[in-house]
């Protein structure tokens, strides 16, 4: 029996040693290179990956979902800090950082698909929300100075103050979606910004984790990218989300770390 498992096409394809129980990402890039260790699915999993081939997507740690002016969400201002880790290791060992979040214009607002416009127009349905977390639907004022929900240039849609600050203008990637998925087709922001830059392998932090992170996760698994979800930087209200989407991404659509073995490992020259 082979020592060696290879998957996926010529030039694109991952390897397996059985031995080590390592797999290896990096499409023959070897140097550098960075080996976690995965912190679920079977025991005993590494995997190498090449920073230059790599990218960090921060999904939608806006104002919206974070600040305690919009939302109460202990979770997401939970992985916050430990976000902000992985950042700084990202940007020390070579990987691109990508800003991916809700930023509308008056062509979506009219557009959206009406499962989707249903989704963030809750209070036009239950009509039971306080005014602090009042949602009329994409486009709305929400008031108090927040700015049209969701909509590009608004407050709300605006990085979370703590994760604007360690952004960088000047190199980072800031990508607007318009659904659930920042990766719905391949000609979305995120879409063609991945082409561009050549990146095949993508770390997943933000919130909610079993919605638009998930969302955004699995559509790059469908579409042939390699998923790590960073499991302490996601964050999610919803009973039993969290430990779903991990379970899952680990089972299905990739490997799943924690921040402190990210932010621990070491690159290989």
Not at 16 to 27: A, G, N, P
Not at 176 to 201: C, F, H, Q, Y
Not at 210 to 230: E, H, K, N, P
Request: glycine share 8%; with cysteine.
């Amino acid at each position: 029996m082979a020592k060696e498992l290879k998957f996926g096409p010529p030039g694109d394809e991952w390897t397996f040693d059985k031995e080590s129980k390592v797999y290896d990402l990096t499409r023959g890039r070897a140097s550098p290179s960075l080996c976690l260790q995965s912190t679920h699915g079977l025991p005993g999993i590494s995997f190498t990956l090449a920073p230059a081939l790599s990218a960090l997507v921060v999904v939608d740690m806006q104002n919206f979902f974070l600040h305690p002016r919009c939302y109460d969400h202990p979770s997401g201002l939970a992985a916050v800090d430990k976000t902000i880790d992985v950042v700084r290791k990202c940007r020390e060992v070579g990987i691109k950082i990508i800003w991916l979040n809700w930023g509308l214009t008056e062509e979506d607002v009219v557009s959206m698909p009406a499962a989707t416009q249903r989704s963030f127009s809750r209070n036009l349905i239950t009509l039971s929300l306080d005014e602090k977390q009042r949602r009329d639907g994409f486009g709305s004022d929400m008031g108090d100075g927040r700015g049209r929900l969701l909509m590009a240039g608004s407050w709300n849609a605006d990085i979370y103050d703590p994760l604007k600050e360690v952004s960088l203008p000047e190199s980072d990637i800031f990508c607007d979606k318009n659904r659930i998925s920042g990766l719905w087709n391949s000609e979305t922001p995120l879409g063609k910004a991945l082409a561009a830059n050549r990146i095949r392998t993508l770390l997943f932090t933000g919130v909610n984790t079993d919605q638009c992170v998930l969302g955004t996760l699995s559509d790059a698994y469908y579409q042939g990218f390699d998923c790590i979800m960073v499991e302490d930087c996601c964050g999610t209200p919803t009973p039993g989300g969290q430990d779903v989407s991990i379970y899952n991404t680990s089972k299905l659509f990739g490997f799943v770390v924690d921040s402190k073995h990210f932010c621990e490992s070491q690159v290989t020259l």
